[in-house]
Structure formats: structure tokens, C-alpha cells
């Protein structure tokens, strides 16, 4: 009996040994693995957008190719997998990061026109009034906040949408500055 199962726990190991001896190393699915995560380093809007997601798949690649390296392919096959579906859901999520980033810099540079003509009309309705302000850097002020909405509306025609939407919030909390230093001066002139 001792015999026939030291025979047979023999046999497994020397079948499970050939297995492994064997056992060819997943080279499509890595080299998708490798491709896609390739994609997603290239792709503009997955690396403005997902930097995690991609970092993610750039962790998952690199260990498969470590258990690759140590002969375990199924490990090595199932970060192949996990590396290739990271770096997919990096793309989507760029293009849909990129989506809004668009629409947002849209509103945005929409909005700034408006902004900057109120803010025109409220520096000369103060000058006119006389406000007790320093209209030189209110001036340069007030440029400096121009300038920045035209930046942010080059940089969307441009299809920088970030960079559009950081030109453009700086712009508007430069206007709104501008007007709130008028109001403050209109108030304590009131008092």
C-alpha cells in the first residue's frame, strides 16, 4: 500500500515537474500587455487625465515581468491581463477627463467677455466717481486679467483645455478682485 502510493505521489511530481518544465511563457498576452500600456503612455489625454490608472498599469506590467522572469506564467498572465485592462481604462478615462476638461474651459472662456466689459465699466464709473483708489495698479490689474482671458481663449482654440481653465479661473478671480476693491471703496465712501 506504502508502495503504491509512494508510486503515485512520484508520478504526480514527476507529471506536475514535466508541467512546469514545459509551461511556455504567456509571450502574446504580455506583449498585448506591453502594447497597451505603450498606448496609454502616448496618449495625451490618459496622461493629463489618469496618471494613476496608468501608473497602475505600469505597476502591473512590471511585475508581470517579473514573475515572467521567474518562470511563473500563470502569475505572469494575470498581470498581463491587469496591466492591458489598466491601460484601457486609462484612455477611456483620459477621453472622458479631456470631454469635460473641454466643456468646463467652454463655460469658462464663455464667460470671461461679459466679465471683462462689466469690469471695464466699473473702473471708469469709479474713476468717474473719484473712488479713492490707486487707479494705476487697478489698471495694470485689470490688463493682467485681459490678458489672461485671451490667453485662456487661445489656449482653448487650441485644445489646451486645462491650461485654458487655469488662465481663465485666474482671469475671472483677477476681475472679481478688481471689482471688489471698487466695492469696498464705493462702500466707504457711503460710511
Do not use: H, W
Request: negative net charge.
Amino acid at each position: 500500500m506504502k508502495l503504491k502510493l509512494t508510486v503515485v505521489v512520484c508520478a504526480a511530481l514527476a507529471l506536475g515537474m514535466l508541467v512546469t518544465a514545459c509551461a511556455k511563457p504567456p509571450t502574446e498576452e504580455m506583449n498585448n500587455a506591453i502594447e497597451a500600456v505603450t498606448r496609454a503612455e502616448n496618449n495625451i489625454d490618459a496622461v493629463t487625465y489618469a496618471g494613476n490608472t496608468i501608473a497602475r498599469a505600469k505597476d502591473a506590467l512590471a511585475r508581470m515581468q517579473t514573475e515572467a522572469a521567474a518562470k511563473r506564467y500563470d502569475a505572469a498572465r494575470s498581470y498581463a491581463a491587469e496591466a492591458t485592462a489598466a491601460a484601457e481604462r486609462a484612455i477611456t478615462e483620459g477621453r472622458a477627463g479631456a470631454a469635460r476638461a473641454r466643456e468646463e474651459a467652454a463655460a469658462l472662456v464663455a464667460e470671461l467677455p461679459p466679465l471683462v466689459a462689466e469690469t471695464r465699466q466699473e473702473i471708469a464709473a469709479a474713476q468717474t466717481a473719484n473712488l479713492p483708489l490707486d487707479f494705476t495698479v487697478i489698471t495694470t490689474d485689470f490688463n493682467t486679467a485681459s490678458y489672461n482671458a485671451d490667453q485662456a481663449q487661445e489656449a482653448y482654440d487650441g485644445s489646451r483645455y486645462q491650461d485654458s481653465i487655469n488662465l481663465g479661473r485666474t482671469a475671472r478671480s483677477g476681475l472679481a478682485d478688481i471689482s471688489q476693491q471698487i466695492s469696498n471703496a464705493a462702500t466707504a465712501r457711503r460710511k
